[in-house]
């Protein structure tokens, strides 16, 4: 970690990349940078500390489902958009991901949704 124009940068020794904390305060980019340096030895543990950061800010945001999403966007709009949204939120593309959490979700199921969809 080193300083550059008053902000806080890191440098990777292993590939040489730096890139700027976006930081001022020394504390701040310490500990920015010692969670940069855990995440990359243990990215399990961290998914996990995630979730607990997560969970004690919104309760209910490990346990929200994208059934959950798809019923608020069927109640915002016209009544036209209303059904055109439930429409599409019926589809058996979405079948995959409707009673998975949020959280849980990565990108792969996000593409298969997609592309069983097409």
């Known amino acids: 970690m080193f300083r550059r124009c008053s902000v ?6 292993l590939s040489g990349r730096q890139e700027s904390l976006h930081m001022r305060n020394r504390a701040d980019a310490e500990r920015l940078f010692h969670a940069k ?17 997560l969970a004690a800010s919104d309760p209910d945001s490990t346990r929200r489902t994208w059934t959950v999403v798809m019923e608020e966007l069927r109640s915002h709009g016209r009544a036209s958009t209303q059904l055109r949204c439930a429409r599409a939120m019926r589809d058996t593309a979405l079948d995959g ?4 959490p ?3 979700t ?6 298969a949704a997609l592309r069983s969809g097409i």
């Open 8 to 13: 806080f940068c890191l440098h990777d020794n």
């Open 37 to 53: 340096n855990e995440a990359a030895q243990g990215p399990l543990l961290n998914r996990d500390l995630g979730r607990a950061y």
């Open 97 to 100: 991901i409707r009673d998975k």
């Open 102 to 104: 949020i959280i849980e």
């Open 106 to 111: 990565n990108a792969a199921d996000l593409l």
